[in-house]
C-alpha cells in the first residue's frame, strides 16, 4: 500500500485502461429545477466505489473570501487521539487548519447550501466547513474520513452518526503535478488538484460499514501552496437521502 501510495503521489500509476474505459463525464441536476438551467459537470474518477469530481463549483471569489477568512485563525491541524480522544500532533499530517461557520459570510453559506445541491445530502448535521493549506511539504497521510469499528466513540460527542461522506473542494494548486494530489491507494488513482473543483465520495456502504477502498492521502507539496476545504457529511438525517440498503458488503470490503 505504502509503494503504491507513493508510486501515485509521484505520478507514475493510475488505473488499468479497462477501469479507465468505463468512467463517464455528466451532467447532474438531481431532479432539482434549478438544477435543470445550470446541471453540475461530473466526471467519474472511479466507479464503485464512485469518485466523482465536480468541476467549477467554487468561484474565485468565494474561494478569496473563504482564504482571507480562513488566514488569520490557521493552527496546526491535529488529529484525535483514538484512546484518549485528545487533541494529537502527528507526522502524518502536516497542514494548518481553520473551521468556518455557515454564517460568517454568504459565500460560506452559499458554498453549503451547494454541497447539499450536489450531494443530495442535508447539511443540518455536516460539520463545519474545515479549510486546510499546506505548505511545502504539508502532507496527510493514508487515513480515513470516518470512524472504524475498532474507534466507536470518535464522533460520539457529535451525535449525528458516522461521516457518511467527504466533499473536497480545491482552492488552490501547487504547479502542475508537483506534489499535493489526493490519492486512493486500493484503487490507483490520483486526484489532481484543479482550482474550483470538488471531490467527492461516500465513505460508508450503504449497510452504514465504512468502506475500506476510500482510504486516501494528500501528496506531499512539492512547490506552491495548496488549498482545500472540506464538508464532512454525517449519516444522521439521511434516511430518506440515501436509505440503508438491504445487502451487506463481504467483510474484506469493510472497516
Ligand atoms: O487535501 C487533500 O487532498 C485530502 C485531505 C484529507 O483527506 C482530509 O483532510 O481528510
Ligand atoms: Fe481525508
Not at 511539504?137 to 470516518?146: A, K, R, S, W
Request: net charge neutral; aromatic share 10%.
Amino acid at each position: 500500500m505504502w509503494l503504491t501510495y507513493e508510486a501515485l503521489c509521484r505520478g507514475e500509476k493510475g488505473p488499468s485502461d479497462k477501469i479507465l474505459a468505463k468512467l463517464k463525464c455528466r451532467y447532474l441536476d438531481n431532479g432539482n429545477p434549478f438544477l435543470k438551467i445550470a446541471p453540475f459537470k461530473v466526471e467519474e474518477a472511479y466507479a464503485n466505489p464512485d469518485i466523482l469530481i465536480f468541476h467549477d463549483v467554487m468561484a474565485d471569489d468565494e474561494i478569496a473570501t473563504i482564504k482571507a477568512l480562513a488566514q488569520p485563525r490557521l493552527e496546526r491541524a491535529a488529529v484525535q487521539n483514538l484512546i484518549t480522544g485528545e487533541k494529537a500532533f502527528i507526522q502524518a499530517r502536516i497542514s494548518k487548519v481553520a473551521i468556518l461557520k455557515e454564517f460568517e459570510h454568504k459565500h460560506v453559506t452559499d458554498v453549503v447550501q451547494r454541497v447539499e445541491d450536489m450531494t443530495g445530502l442535508t447539511m443540518e448535521t455536516a460539520e463545519k466547513l474545515q479549510v486546510v493549506n499546506y505548505g511545502i511539504g504539508g502532507h496527510y497521510e493514508p487515513h480515513y474520513d470516518f470512524a472504524r469499528r475498532e474507534e466507536p466513540n470518535a464522533f460520539h460527542s457529535l451525535g449525528t452518526g458516522n461521516r457518511i461522506a467527504t466533499v473536497l473542494f480545491y482552492g488552490e494548486q501547487p504547479f502542475f503535478h508537483q506534489g499535493g494530489a489526493t490519492v486512493f491507494p486500493y484503487l490507483d488513482i490520483a486526484l489532481w488538484p484543479k482550482k474550483g473543483a470538488a471531490a467527492f465520495w461516500y465513505n460508508l456502504h450503504s449497510s452504514g460499514e465504512g468502506d475500506k477502498m476510500t482510504l486516501h492521502a494528500a501528496c506531499p507539496v512539492l512547490t506552491g501552496s495548496k488549498w482545500v476545504s472540506n464538508k464532512w457529511i454525517h449519516e444522521a438525517g439521511q434516511q430518506f437521502r440515501r436509505p440503508c440498503g438491504l445487502k451487506r458488503p463481504p467483510p474484506e470490503l469493510t472497516a
